[in-house]
């Protein structure tokens, strides 16, 4: 089961209203509709744990199916820069 996509859909109206932060596990199976849905809002994606001695980049969706991690992070475009990395 898709967990974290059943967590989102629930708080929906909250994600698009509020843009929070959002921290997530996701295995490499049910990658592909939580990509599609956090992109349909201007969600970015960067995998956990961020390393504070390097600029921290978005996972495009190719990089995001492929990722080994499962942690992950979830910024409003309007937080990440034009260049792809965390304001």
């Given at each position: 089961?898709?967990?974290?996509?059943?967590?989102?859909?629930?708080?929906?109206?909250?994600?698009?209203?509020?843009?929070?932060?959002l921290?997530?596990?996701s295995?490499?199976?049910?990658?592909?509709?939580?990509?599609?849905?956090?992109e349909?809002?201007?969600?970015?994606?960067?995998?956990?744990?961020?390393?504070?001695?390097?600029?921290?980049?978005?996972?495009?969706?190719?990089?995001?199916?492929?990722?080994?991690?499962?942690?992950?992070?979830?910024?409003?475009?309007?937080?990440?820069?034009?260049?792809?990395?965390?304001?």
């Amino acid at each position: 089961p898709i967990y974290e996509l059943r967590v989102l859909k629930g708080a929906w109206e909250t994600v698009q209203s509020c843009r929070p932060l959002l921290i997530f596990e996701s295995w490499s199976g049910d990658r592909d509709d939580l990509f599609q849905m956090l992109e349909e809002v201007g969600y970015r994606i960067f995998p956990l744990p961020l390393d504070p001695h390097s600029p921290a980049r978005v996972l495009e969706y190719r990089s995001f199916l492929a990722h080994p991690g499962r942690n992950f992070i979830a910024f409003a475009a309007e937080q990440v820069s034009n260049g792809g990395g965390l304001l």
